[in-house]
């Protein structure tokens, strides 16, 4: 089965074929550097490193762009109000951003351009659009034209008189009709500037990412990613001013996750529920926060509670039981297979499960039910009296191949030998009898720790290695 990707352009599953074979083009639009970023903006970090660890595993290389914008509005507001250089807070809500999505298991982009960094293209890209009577120039601003371009409405699918209807010329503006857009925008007094043919000034929002994606990935990409919010008019503009400049498609893929609700509210900073993923990470396991994000599709809202995250806690701990517990296994079984067929015809069959949902736009919800399925099975195989090295592995070896997609590590600790545990179950006994309760307790937490349970009976008390519940 070939990968299929939901296209927001044709509103439909489409096969993915790339421009190139083997070889995927991705660019993701990344934050405007200003604060920290909340848990929404986690969200497309984590989704889109998903996909690309996934195309990866089907084999492609990814060229894959994040970009950082890093002179805005905002970040000048943010620099006046700190008395710092726009550069200086620009630097550091980089840094925060790539420690915070770190954290979650984000691999490192193939480029992280920043838009300062890329003046010179912004200005030829824009030079072009004037000369192809796309764009204008008035006092200083440069405007696009949308209505010189034909098929402008074409992602977000509302025609352009729909468009027009909530477009409104502020004051100071002097744009022909209110749904051009700016291209470059004159200094003020005071603000940071670059030369350009029409006076000082910096770039608009939308030509930022047409230029970095067109500079490293080339006039047509593969996937152009984002949130569902930049749809219009960022993406919108985005294949105006693009396809206006080379005539050519800008991207054959336009995929957008969607929005994140805080306790089934909207996110936001009037309703005092605004999350700061730096804040989220403090209190809980990034790798908890990554695999929660994914449980829901990609496409779909998402609901973010302490109570679902405590869930999501849960199902992770039983994930990763099962496997300590494989690996614990393997002392005591044999490099045989012992009849193990059918074994080995369960997990080819969860691979393909596996695969068949990440192929259907990556539904990462059904591929962790598959994980679920991998962890039922592992625990009924430790149920067994005689296992096998070679079906612990082939085991093993599918959770970390979904795992890896998933971008959730395991770090195995060292198991504790029955003996080990034995001995210090004779030790509780014995702190029992002093009455030394803390002690004893000490070690029923630490065993617990190491996934070992107790059960005290009137016969004495019994342990089990946690994870073989089904």
Not at 137 to 164: A, C, M, N, T, W
Not at 222 to 240: K, R, S, V, W, Y
Not at 392 to 418: R, T, Y
Request: net charge negative; charged share 30%.
């Amino acid at each position: 089965m070939a990968i299929t990707i939901y296209n927001t352009l044709t509103q439909e599953k489409e096969a993915f074929k790339p421009l190139e074979d083997g070889k995927v083009r991705m660019y993701v639009c990344g934050p405007t550097v200003y604060n920290y970023i909340h848990i929404g903006n986690a969200r497309p970090a984590i989704v889109f490193d998903t996909v690309r660890r996934y195309l990866e595993y089907s084999g492609y290389q990814v060229d894959y762009v994040l970009n950082f914008t890093d002179v805005d509005d905002k970040i000048i507001k943010a620099a006046n109000e700190l008395n710092e250089q726009v550069e200086d807070v620009a630097n550091r809500f980089i840094d925060a951003y790539l420690d915070d999505i770190g954290a979650l298991g984000v691999k490192k982009a193939t480029y992280n351009p920043r838009v300062t960094e890329t003046m010179d293209d912004i200005i030829s890209f824009i030079a072009t659009l004037i000369d192809k009577g796309y764009a204008y120039e008035v006092d200083g601003d440069v405007y696009f034209k949308p209505r010189s371009f034909d098929g402008y409405g074409k992602l977000s699918h509302q025609s352009i008189d729909e468009l027009r209807t909530g477009a409104r010329i502020q004051v100071g503006e002097k744009k022909e009709d209110p749904l051009d857009f700016a291209l470059w925008k004159k200094a003020k007094d005071g603000e940071i500037a670059w030369d350009s043919p029409w006076g000082e000034g910096r770039p608009g929002w939308h030509i930022e990412c047409s230029a970095m994606a067109g500079k490293y990935l080339g006039e047509t990409i593969d996937i152009h990613a984002g949130g569902q919010d930049l749809t219009f008019p960022h993406h919108e503009n985005e294949i105006a001013q693009s396809e206006a400049m080379t005539g050519e498609p800008f991207s054959h893929y336009w995929m957008h996750n969607g929005y994140i609700n805080i306790d089934n509210e909207k996110m936001s900073k009037s309703l005092g529920n605004f999350v700061l993923t730096k804040d989220i990470i403090a209190k809980h396991d990034p790798q908890v926060i990554r695999f929660f994000m994914l449980s829901v599709h990609y496409r779909n809202p998402i609901n973010f509670t302490e109570e679902l995250l405590q869930g999501a806690k849960s199902s992770l701990d039983r994930i990763k039981n099962a496997y300590t517990n494989l690996e614990h296994r393997k002392q005591t079984s044999t490099n045989l297979d012992n009849a193990s067929d059918q074994w080995f015809e369960t997990i080819n069959q969860l691979n393909s499960q596996f695969e068949e949902a990440m192929d259907d736009d990556f539904n990462t919800a059904n591929a962790i039910s598959v994980l679920f399925e991998m962890t039922k099975e592992a625990n009924l195989y430790l149920e067994e009296k005689h296992t096998s090295v070679n079906v612990i592995n082939a085991l093993q070896d599918s959770m970390e191949s979904v795992l890896d997609v998933l971008g959730v590590q395991i770090e195995l600790e060292e198991a504790l030998l029955d003996e080990e545990i034995e001995a210090l179950l004779k030790e509780r006994v014995e702190a029992r009898k002093k009455r030394d309760f803390n002690r004893a307790d000490e070690i029923r937490d630490n065993l617990k720790e190491k996934n070992i349970i107790l059960e005290d009976t009137p016969q004495g008390t019994r342990w089990k290695r946690a994870g073989h519940e089904s």
